[in-house]
């Protein structure tokens, strides 16, 4: 029989893949709480209309990257392939209306069909945040920062750049539109197939194309910053200043680059987005390892009172490319091994185990020790293998006991390191004192 594989774009994440992907969530969550952001959850799938009506039809998500099926009741539901629009349905129908400014975090896979590569994957998985009720550039550079600040702990260096553009407000965005579309329709048959479909859709993501044909027309296209509102450029102003202050005082950690063709690929953007892009190579050609921006008109576009937001989402398969291999101090680790010789009854061991499981970790919810413990029992084999492999396994100490020990009520415990051993009677492993003197947990 062939051996069955995971589907195309999809991948496990295995034991040892997860500890580094738990440490990313886990610092991500670190950082939602320092900056008051409440972790939450929504679900895995939503109807279709969601995403579609948030993400806007023309979208390259919405157009070709759904997981689109109907369910049995021929409701029409997409496997979701980001937080925001969950998350504002969420903010609707949940009626958090009242308990603004909101700042929300969410983490969890997200499915896309794109042709699978390096770091672009069907199921992946991304760290979001979301910050609701905010309209102030205050908010932009604090959430932008943070950001930052979390790639920088998390890389062990200040490796990325924020990309930073905006697209204005409405009144900014309507006049641009059309200046470039003026500006692109008598070139229209040197544009790309791809170009040529979004003029009539969606031109402001022409700006985005790859092609190098659509890029030779670009060139002398007009500049969105010539388009601004006085409103839309005071705000982008403040942002980049704000910024620029913050990194002369050392608290800005990355590079900073404003880039006018930025323009993200999602319909419900509105002022300021941004990306961070990895330049050092270890990404391959997905460079973008974190995006976000405003989206002030999605809440009302959703069915809401208007409502400003920002925020933005990491891809955690692409966090894990950037993250140093050795991250952060390594947590002191006890691995006790319990070893049973046959003529031990089993009920014995059982015992031992059960408890120490449960002393030890109430022992470590109680006091402020930093430990991992692991108790586990070794049931089969001779001794000597049994031996073996736990100090293969990396156990610091192995409980021994036979049916002599089991007449005396004593058990030996030797330490994997040293080799020395300590017989001691089962009162030892009932009391915190003694767990933590006898397997030196200071
Ligand atoms: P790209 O231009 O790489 O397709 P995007 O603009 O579609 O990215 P967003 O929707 O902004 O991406 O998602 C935010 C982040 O989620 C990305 O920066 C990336 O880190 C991650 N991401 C998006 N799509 C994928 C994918 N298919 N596989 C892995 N990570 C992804
Ligand atoms: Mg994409």
């Given at each position: 029989m062939t051996t069955l594989q995971p589907v195309r774009g999809t991948h496990d994440l295995l034991p040892q893949q997860y500890g580094k992907f738990q440490r990313i969530v886990q610092l991500a969550r670190a950082f939602a709480q320092i900056g008051g952001f409440e972790e939450m959850d929504v679900p895995m799938f939503e109807a279709t209309e969601v995403f579609a009506r948030a993400m806007g039809e023309s979208s390259d998500v919405v157009s070709k990257e759904m997981f689109t099926f109907h369910t049995k009741g021929e409701e029409s539901v997409t496997l979701r392939p980001e937080f925001t629009a969950g998350a504002v349905r969420a903010f609707l129908s949940g009626g958090l209306q009242q308990h603004l400014p909101l700042k929300l975090f969410m983490h969890?896979?997200?499915?896309?069909?794109?042709?699978?590569?390096?770091?672009?994957?069907?199921?992946?998985?991304?760290?979001?945040?979301?910050?609701?009720?905010?309209?102030?550039?205050?908010?932009?550079?604090?959430?932008?920062?943070?950001?930052?600040?979390?790639?920088?702990?998390?890389?062990?260096?200040?490796?990325?750049?924020?990309?930073?553009?905006?697209?204005?407000?409405?009144?900014?965005?309507?006049?641009?539109?059309?200046?470039?579309?003026?500006?692109?329709?008598?070139?229209?048959?040197?544009?790309?197939?791809?170009?040529?479909?979004?003029?009539?859709?969606?031109?402001?993501?022409?700006?985005?194309?790859?092609?190098?044909?659509?890029?030779?027309?670009?060139?002398?296209?007009?500049?969105?910053?010539?388009?601004?509102?006085?409103?839309?450029?005071?705000?982008?102003?403040?942002?980049?200043?704000?910024?620029?202050?913050?990194?002369?005082?050392?608290?800005?950690?990355?590079?900073?680059?404003?880039?006018?063709?930025?323009?993200?690929?999602?319909?419900?953007?509105?002022?300021?987005?941004?990306?961070?892009?990895?330049?050092?190579?270890?990404?391959?050609?997905?460079?973008?390892?974190?995006?976000?921006g405003r989206y002030d008109g999605l809440v009302a576009q959703m069915g809401g009172k208007p409502t400003p937001a920002i925020g933005f989402a990491a891809g955690i398969e692409r966090l894990m490319l950037l993250m140093e291999e050795k991250h952060g101090e390594p947590v002191p680790r006890t691995h006790i091994v319990i070893l049973p010789l046959e003529d031990v009854p089993s009920e014995w061991a059982l015992l031992l185990a059960s408890l120490l499981r449960f002393n030890i970790r109430e022992l470590l919810d109680k006091s402020a020790l930093k430990r991992r413990c692991t108790v586990e029992v070794y049931w089969s084999g001779s001794l000597t293998k049994r031996l073996s492999k736990a100090a293969q396994r990396g156990a610091t100490h192995a409980i021994v006991f036979g049916g002599e020990e089991y007449q005396n009520k004593t058990f030996k415990v030797r330490d994997m390191q040293t080799r020395q051993e300590e017989v001691t009677g089962f009162e030892a492993f009932t009391d915190n004192r003694k767990i933590r003197s006898l397997f030196g947990m200071h």
């Open positions: 969890g896979p997200a499915f896309r069909y794109e042709r699978p590569q390096k770091g672009r994957q069907r199921q992946f998985h991304q760290v979001d945040f979301e910050w609701l009720g905010d309209a102030s550039p205050e908010a932009d550079v604090e959430i932008i920062t943070l950001a930052a600040q979390f790639l920088s702990v998390l890389s062990g260096k200040d490796s990325c750049t924020l990309l930073i553009n905006t697209l204005g407000d409405a009144q900014s965005r309507a006049a641009y539109k059309e200046a470039l579309v003026a500006y692109l329709l008598p070139q229209r048959a040197g544009l790309s197939a791809d170009s040529q479909r979004r003029l009539d859709v969606n031109p402001l993501r022409i700006l985005d194309s790859k092609s190098a044909e659509d890029q030779e027309i670009l060139k002398a296209a007009p500049s969105m910053q010539d388009y601004l509102s006085d409103s839309a450029a005071r705000h982008f102003a403040c942002v980049q200043s704000a910024l620029s202050h913050l990194q002369k005082e050392g608290a800005f950690p990355q590079r900073m680059r404003v880039s006018p063709t930025l323009v993200r690929g999602l319909d419900y953007y509105t002022g300021v987005v941004f990306e961070y892009i990895s330049e050092a190579g270890e990404l391959g050609a997905q460079n973008t390892v974190l995006a976000g």
